[in-house]
């Protein structure tokens, strides 16, 4: 079994920035990776939307309307992904999820999401 959670959310005025991470951990101690990642936000009374991928080769891709101020990463051995945000703005209040195809030795690879950071921007 394999937990995803989210840490690094909370209040920041606009324009600011915030940084999301996204730690996966194998509850059995076996080795766990990142592969695909992605980062979905959710405002309220809206639709999930999608914010930004990164492939397990690295390859990247960004909504319009992040483009230029986010930036998905990972680093620790694959291990934890991150949302770089910046230049906020207030109607990018929402919930933030991750969701990452995260290998490990004794699963194989499966999908799993995090349980989502709440961002508030404040204007």
């Known amino acids: 079994q394999v937990q995803l959670v989210d840490t690094g959310g909370g209040t920041v005025q606009a324009g600011g920035s915030l940084t999301l991470s996204c730690a996966a951990s194998?509850?059995?101690?076996?080795?766990?990776?990142?592969?695909?990642l992605a980062w979905y936000r959710q405002a309220p009374g809206k639709q999930r939307e999608l914010v930004a991928t990164?492939?397990?080769?690295?390859?990247?891709d960004y909504a319009d309307f992040v483009k230029g101020r986010f930036t998905i990463s990972r680093k620790n051995h694959k291990t934890t992904g991150y949302l770089q945000m910046n230049s906020l703005k207030s109607d990018e209040t929402a919930v933030y999820y991750c969701?990452?195809?995260?290998?490990?030795?004794?699963?194989?690879?499966?999908?799993?999401w995090g349980q989502g950071a709440q961002v508030t921007v404040s204007s």
């Open positions: 969701s990452a195809d995260v290998w490990t030795a004794v699963t194989g690879t499966v999908n799993y």
């Open positions: 194998a509850t059995s101690g076996s080795l766990s990776r990142i592969n695909h």
């Open positions: 990164m492939t397990s080769g690295g390859s990247t």
